[in-house]
C-alpha cells in the first residue's frame, strides 16, 4: 500500500523545512547550544509546527549518540515524551504518565512534547505549571493552535515562537518538488489552484496533491478545479459583470449552487474577485458575506450582496 505522501515527505532535517524562515533560523542555534528555554509553538495547523520540533529533538539526539553500542536512539526514547494533549488531557494524565516520565534519573536533559496542547484542561495546565517550575532538568514544549487557550501562568514561562501560514510561493515549491520525485507533471495554473486552496496548510496541499495524481500522473486544471471544489473564476466574475441583471446574477448564482458548491466556496471567490479588481466596495461586501456565512450559511445573504454591488 502506497505510503500517505505528507509522511513520506516529511521534513527530517530543520534545514528541509519550508517557510516561517526566522523561527527555522532559531531553531538551528537551538540544536547547537545545550540549553534552551520551554517552548510554546503556536498557529494554523500544517504549516511544520511538530515537524520542526520532530527534527530539532532527532539533530540533538544524533549528534549526542556517543556509544556506538548504544541500541539506536535509545537515549531519544529514555528521554522524549511525545503527547497528544486532546486524546490525553485531563490532570490524571499530567499526575501519572507525565509525572513519572519527570521522575525518571537521567543525564541528558528531558523533553516533553505536548501536541495540541490548547486542548488541555485547566486543571491539567495548572497542574503543569508547577511541574514547569519544580523541573529544571526538563524542558517544555507546548504546540497549539490557539495560544489564547494556554493558561497566562504558563505562556509567562515560555519563549512563544508564532508560525505563519506558508506564503503561496512557498506552497507551490513543496507541490512541485514531490510532483517531480514522484513522475507527476503540474500544469502551472493547478499548482497556483492547489496553493491557493490550501491556505498556507502544507499538509492540505499535499494531500491534494496526492489525490490528484492517484487520477492521473498529468494533472490539469480542469481536474484540478474539480477536486479541489473551487468554483470556476469565470463564473463569478460573470455573476458580478455590472452589465447583468440582478435575475442574471441570482440564476448564475443559483447554478453554483446546483453544482454542489458551498456558500463558503463561493464567498472566498467573491472575496478574491474583489482583491483582483482593486473593488473596495466589493471587499467590504465580501466581508461582511463571509462573517454572515460563518454564522448561517444561506444564499439570502448572496442575494443581498449581489442587489446592493449591481445598484451601486
Not at 458548491?261 to 482593486?278: I, N
Not at 456565512?293 to 446592493?308: C, G, K, M, R, W
Request: glycine residues 4%.
Amino acid at each position: 500500500m502506497e505510503l500517505v505522501w505528507v509522511e513520506k515527505y516529511r521534513p527530517k532535517e530543520i534545514e528541509d523545512i519550508v517557510g516561517n524562515e526566522a523561527i527555522v533560523d532559531v531553531f538551528k542555534i537551538f540544536s547547537k547550544e545545550e540549553s534552551m528555554p520551554h517552548l510554546i509553538l503556536t498557529g494554523a495547523p500544517g504549516i511544520g509546527k511538530t515537524t520542526l520540533i520532530g527534527c530539532l529533538i532527532s539533530r540533538i539526539f544524533k549528534d549526542d549518540q556517543k556509544d556506538p553500542k548504544d541500541p539506536k536512539d535509545q537515549k531519544k526514547k529514555d528521554c522524549v515524551l511525545e503527547m497528544n494533549a486532546s486524546d490525553e488531557r485531563g490532570v490524571e494524565v499530567v499526575r501519572t504518565k507525565i509525572k513519572a516520565f519527570l521522575q525518571k534519573k537521567l543525564d541528558h536533559l528531558r523533553f516533553l512534547i505536548l501536541d495540541e496542547s490548547d486542548a488541555m484542561t485547566p486543571a491539567a495546565q495548572q497542574s503543569m505549571r508547577r511541574l514547569l517550575e519544580k523541573h529544571t532538568d526538563a524542558r517544555f514544549i507546548f504546540i497549539c493552535n490557539d495560544i489564547s487557550k494556554i493558561a497566562d501562568t504558563i505562556q509567562s514561562r515560555c519563549a512563544i515562537l508564532r508560525f505563519s501560514p506558508l506564503s503561496p510561493t512557498d506552497t507551490k515549491r513543496i507541490i512541485k518538488r514531490i510532483a517531480q520525485a514522484e513522475g507527476v507533471t503540474v500544469d502551472e495554473p493547478s499548482a497556483d489552484l492547489i496553493a491557493e486552496t490550501a491556505e498556507g496548510d502544507a499538509r492540505q496541499a499535499i494531500n491534494l496533491l496526492q489525490t490528484l495524481a492517484s487520477i492521473s500522473k498529468t494533472v490539469k486544471i480542469e481536474l484540478t478545479r474539480k477536486m479541489s471544489h473551487i468554483p470556476p473564476t469565470s463564473a463569478v466574475e460573470q455573476m458580478l459583470s455590472k452589465d447583468r441583471t440582478l435575475p442574471q446574477a441570482i440564476a448564475s448564482l443559483d447554478a453554483l449552487f446546483e453544482e454542489g458548491y458551498s456558500c463558503e466556496d463561493v464567498a472566498k471567490l467573491v472575496f478574491k474577485v474583489g482583491k483582483d479588481r482593486s473593488d473596495l466596495f466589493l471587499l467590504e461586501e465580501a466581508s461582511k458575506l463571509l462573517l454572515r456565512i460563518s454564522h448561517s450559511p444561506a444564499p439570502i445573504h448572496f442575494y443581498a450582496l449581489l442587489h446592493q454591488y449591481l445598484s451601486f
